[in-house]
């Protein structure tokens, strides 16, 4: 009898460990005991910093045996709480710093070698970009504004000292078409801005 009522146990204690899917231990807990669990509830509060554009630049240009100099440009705005302002940079995320045709990438317009700090004139079938106020450039065959080049590195091209709403740094881009092949040129510019 003995063995019979263990094994009748034995057999309930496994039925209830299989529906509970838990390994039980008879005795463990006492009744009437507590537990308790502590967490720390946090909050931080953190500089906002929000970066738009005007959108896509659009360059029309018409070669010529002399080169000619076709610019648009487009506005990057920023906003930060940040009290030490912010540093903006920019650099290219194509494959190259090459202004690539579509159809065939290994071709068009190449990165002028001047720098923000140091912009040159544009040379033929080149591409740059300008900070500042300067006129949209329409097929001229010269200019007295010189560029600095879209590299695949990070350029820092703007820095403000304070918190800022809606700042705007407006930035040219210009090519000048001597022999490149009629067709659509592109290049993909990042811009980044941190708050400081």
Known sequence: MKNKAKFGLGALASAALIVAGLVVTPGAYAVGETDTESDTIGGEVK???IIQTTGDVNIKALPDAGGRISSKSHDVIVSTTSTGGYTLQARSISPSSLMANVNDPSTGFAAVSGTP?????????QWGFR??????LNNVSSTPYNFAGMTNANQTIKTAGAAVMGDVTKVNYAIKAKDLAVGLYTNEVLYTATAQ
Do not use: E
């Not at 900070?131 to 949209?136: C, E, I």
């Open 47 to 49: 500089d906002v910093i």
């Open 117 to 125: 700090l140091a912009p040159v004139a544009l040379g033929n079938d």
């Open 131 to 136: 900070l500042g106020a300067m006129p949209d």
